[in-house]
């Protein structure tokens, strides 16, 4: 490892990470040099916990919005059958899953961790199918195995696990012994190892996993933490149209269970709107992917006549059946970017309700050739200069040296299209306009040395400006599931791009007009 490339990576941490990071480091250390005493400690704090009380009214209105999350996963628990992240895995019964398996992951654990998590259990109304799940889970996964800290019992997992256990009882007003039993396992290791070295998402989870069990939470603490996740527009501070769905979710248990974080939901709520299709689902924009949350449009009214979101960096231009989405501000936030893509100026297009330039999506989270090309400019739909990465990605989520797009405006812009925007990258120095005729076609204009655009759909492409070439490209809409695409690129004449994508009679502007964008750009950029 680059010690310049760490710095690049660390610097940006506040104290309270380091600190956290730490503290967190050492604990996991003595656990992994005696983890039968550390489980003696967590069973301790676990006995002094009161029981979580499940026939209380707001655990029950909460348990519904944890229900529609977990509303995806597929299977077939008494069978030991299970859909994890688009993979079918058939243990023949819940007492011989292999809960240690790679699950074609490698080194990364994300599929053992969502197996934890116990969501199909909203699948059964069969409780004593869910007991046969957490004892062969309890079985599978003894406190001292090598490795249950990064998955079952990491606390984002011991979280997930915990919301869905109390939920599934809280929907059928009963507790059961050995559910909540395993609730307070959980909720005692939460509670000892709370994510504050990561924040974002992963502590506001573990925040919503004690809220639930009835563990009283610092309403400064919980201010604190919805204020690093969702920016002033409403956005998600991860700029992930998947997290932004989970952890608006989040926010709606926290708000059942009496924290005030209804403004919080009622902006996250209007802001999917920016980030969502008229298909009703979300853009694919840094680690999103389909079926990773529950449809956009099923968890939030979706209106097409919101445009933009300034501090998330998101633009929908829109209009019927038609609609673009371009990416044109940060990666993520600077203190935990793991699930940014270099997808700067790049755009989605909807046409008639179909998507048809896409984004590559996810292919994994394992780090490797794969993990690097899903998250490279090269393979989103932007701008780019040929061997110049505006994001230093390394690993499965970390960035050191990183750049952020910003959104541009001038009166030159304005008389083209009926609905445009722009945007500019400064390192490298590219820039991009977007106009939408509805109906009729979409113009790109863009300042560097190449362009690509992923379809999915045949879709007549003109190059109005540069030389274009099509090639055979993949994209990942589902978590590691590859699907085919054609890949559009268009190489720039003298450093300018036009491309054209029609639908209906019009022709694309004449050169006057492009000259007119073109200078825009440059001075803008």
Known sequence: MSVGRYWRT???L???QVVGRLERGVRHFRWARSPDTAWQRIEARAAQLPRPDVRAAPLARAAEHVRLLNSTLQGDMAKGRFTLLGREFDFGSPEAIDWRGDFAEGDNPLRRMTLAYLGHIFRTEDIALVERMVRSLERGNPFGTPGVMRDVWNPYAASHRLINLLSWMALRRRPDATLNAHARLCAALVLGDLERDL??????KNFVA??????PLDPRQVARIVGDCVLADGGH??????YHVLGLLDLRVLRELGYDVADATLRMERALS??????????????SWIGGAPRAADVAPIFHDMRDLPDTGYVKLASGDDAVIFDCGAAGPDRNPAHAHADFLSIELSVGGNRVIVDPGVATYTAGPERQECRSAAAHNGPIVVGREPLELWGSFRVGRRESARPIDDPAFGGVAPLWCAGALSVPKVARWVGLFPGEGLLVCDVGERSRFLLAADMPAQAVIGTLDRASGRRWSRYGIEEQ?????????????????????RHPPEP??????FDALRNGS
């Open 274 to 287: 920016v980030m969502s299709h008229p298909d009703g689902d979300i853009a694919l924009f840094n680690d």
């Open 485 to 505: 695409a054609t890949a559009i690129t268009v190489t720039a004449d003298a450093g300018r791009a036009a491309t054209w994508f029609g639908w209906g009679p």
């Open 512 to 517: 006057a007009t492009l000259e007119r964008i």
């Open 237 to 242: 501070a991860e700029r992930s149209p998947m």
């Open 10 to 12: 660390a610097r940006h």
């Open 199 to 204: 924040g974002f998402n992963h502590l506001l």
């Open 210 to 215: 004690l809220a639930m069990y009835g563990i």
């Open 14 to 16: 506040s104290r309270g």
